[in-house]
């Protein structure tokens, strides 16, 4: 099982930008699909960044897209969240996890961190 810590979440005004980090220790992230998911107040947890293992693609949702870059490096075990020009609708928990493939795509596969909280102000 691997654990999973995410850290690098603020208060941040809107437009300006912030970098989340996951770090991961039990397992070798380079081997496997690692996904960024959100929860706001009151909403499901969804989906926003995808970086699949080997050739390391990349999927945005299309609220992100354009603002947001995941990527990893392989030599800390670490896949970060870029954001940029970020907005109040983007406050929420953020959390990393492993990722399916096929229809599991889109979905935590390993027990979910704490999460780190961003707060955007209008």
């Known amino acids: 099982q691997v654990q999973l810590v995410e850290s690098g979440g603020g208060l941040v005004q809107a437009g300006g930008s912030l970098r989340l980090a996951c770090a991961a220790s039990?397992?070798?992230?380079?081997?496997?699909?690692m996904g960024w998911f959100r929860q706001a107040p009151g909403k499901e947890r969804e989906i926003v960044a995808r970086?699949?293992?080997?050739?390391?693609?990349?999927w945005y949702a299309d609220s992100v897209k354009g603002r947001f870059t995941i990527s990893r490096d392989n030599a800390k075990n670490t896949v970060y969240l870029q954001m940029n020009s970020v907005k109040p609708e983007d406050t929420a928990v953020y959390y990393c996890n492993v990722v399916g493939s096929g229809l599991t795509w889109a979905q935590g596969t390993q027990a979910w961190g704490q999460g780190t909280q961003v707060t955007v102000s209008s």
């Open positions: 039990g397992r070798t992230l380079s081997s496997v699909a």
């Open positions: 970086i699949s293992s080997t050739l390391g693609i990349t």
